[in-house]
């Protein structure tokens, strides 16, 4: 079984930058699509995006496109989201989860398992 947790959030200032990291437990970490997801209060919980297995390709809601960048490194385990110029409704509790083996990305968060325990991201106005 592949575990995830998620770090790296935080309160920070509209137009500022955090870095999510998405830390996986588990030999096949690299076999999986990873996504990551927000819940904002009183909202249903939310695709953001998905990489692929290898990396090579990813997935973005369009509110984060040319802001939010996904990468991974199956070296490592993790898988990171960098997001920049951050706004106030990116304001969530931000989990990643994972496809079932071998699965593509999609954006419905019920096809996804493994979910962490989420991580907060707060941005001011």
């Known amino acids: 079984q592949v575990q995830l947790v998620e770090s790296g959030g935080g309160l920070v200032q509209a137009g500022g930058s955090l870095r999510l990291s998405c830390a996986a437990s588990?030999?096949?970490?690299?076999?999986?699509?990873i996504g990551w997801f927000r819940q904002a209060p009183g909202k249903e919980r939310e695709f953001v995006v998905a990489?692929?297995?290898?990396?090579?390709?990813?997935y973005y809601t369009d509110s984060v496109k040319g802001r939010f960048t996904i990468s991974r490194d199956n070296t490592k385990n993790t898988v990171y989201l960098q997001m920049n110029s951050l706004k106030p409704e990116d304001t969530a509790v931000y989990y990643c989860?994972?496809?079932?083996?071998?699965?593509?990305?999609?954006?419905?968060?019920?096809?996804?398992?493994?979910w962490g325990q989420g991580t907060q991201v707060t941005v001011s106005s």
């Open positions: 588990g030999r096949t970490f690299s076999s999986y699509t």
């Open positions: 989860a994972r496809r079932l083996f071998a699965a593509a990305a999609n954006s419905r968060p019920e096809d996804y398992v493994g």
């Open positions: 990489i692929s297995s290898s990396g090579a390709n990813t």
